[in-house]
């Protein structure tokens, strides 16, 4: 499946913004996390931990259907859309 995605993360942006969009292939939401950081090496830092477990600051959404992050095993399709965001922190 190729999904679309879209960043909602200033860093991130500046690394994956292309003149086509950006667009993931996978078959789950791991998978199209995955192509993304095959792409585009400097990702993974970005959004995973050294245990490769999502960053708590960072949340994918599918298809902005939920508040909560999505599940990495969760289907994907080539209609959807995975939103990538970061939460702001700090004091």
């Given at each position: 499946?190729?999904?679309k995605v879209r960043v909602f993360y200033p860093e991130?942006?500046?690394l994956v913004t292309g003149p086509?969009?950006?667009?993931?292939?996978?078959e789950?939401?791991?998978d199209c996390l995955g192509d993304l950081?095959?792409?585009?090496p400097g990702v993974e830092k970005l959004i995973f931990d050294t245990r490769g477990e999502l960053f708590?600051?960072?949340?994918?959404y599918v298809n902005a259907e939920s508040m909560f992050k999505a599940d990495f095993a969760r289907a994907?399709?080539?209609?959807d859309e995975l939103i990538l965001a970061v939460l702001a922190t700090g004091g």
């Open positions: 499946m190729s999904v991130l942006q500046r086509d969009g950006i667009r993931v292939d996978g789950t939401v791991g950081v095959r792409q585009y708590k600051k960072v949340y994918v994907v399709s080539d209609n």
